[in-house]
């Protein structure tokens, strides 16, 4: 193939993966420029206001007041967060371990090794009633 044939491809190509990059780092940065996000907070349930507690103690300072984010970390009032993306499982490892920067520009998040397994479940359903509430609900991942 000449090289006249291939030019069509590499400009197809070209933009192809222009098109990529700006998605990519799209979903990289998020709106931490708006950050705190408007999030509705609905009255919640019992098991909601203790997670409300334990979130308040532990994830306010980085997640923000009810999970819209802040300057230190992302709102997990977010569809990037809705349970079809980010299971509840998700929650307790980050909690447990830690998470490598991957959607957001803030960096890392550290393990919080003070937040128990019974922390998270109080944790999730407070994130998971402002979700619901907000019109975050399960999609299926797909990549």
Known sequence: MSLKEKIPMIAVST???????????????????????EVEVP???????????VFSENCLVCHGLNAAGSDHGPPLVYNTYNPGHHADGAF???????????????????????????DVKKI????????????????PHNM
């Open 15 to 37: 933009v192809l993966l222009g098109g990529v990059a700006v998605i990519v780092s799209n979903a990289l940065s998020g709106p931490k420029s708006g950050l705190p996000i």
């Open 43 to 53: 009255i919640l349930s019992p098991e909601a206001k203790l997670g409300e507690a």
């Open 92 to 118: 307790y490892m980050a909690a447990r371990s830690g998470v490598r920067q991957h959607h957001w520009k803030f960096g890392n998040m550290p393990a919080q090794p003070n937040v128990t397994p019974t």
């Open 124 to 139: 999730v359903t407070y994130v998971r009633e402002l979700q619901r509430a907000n019109g975050i609900f399960y999609k």
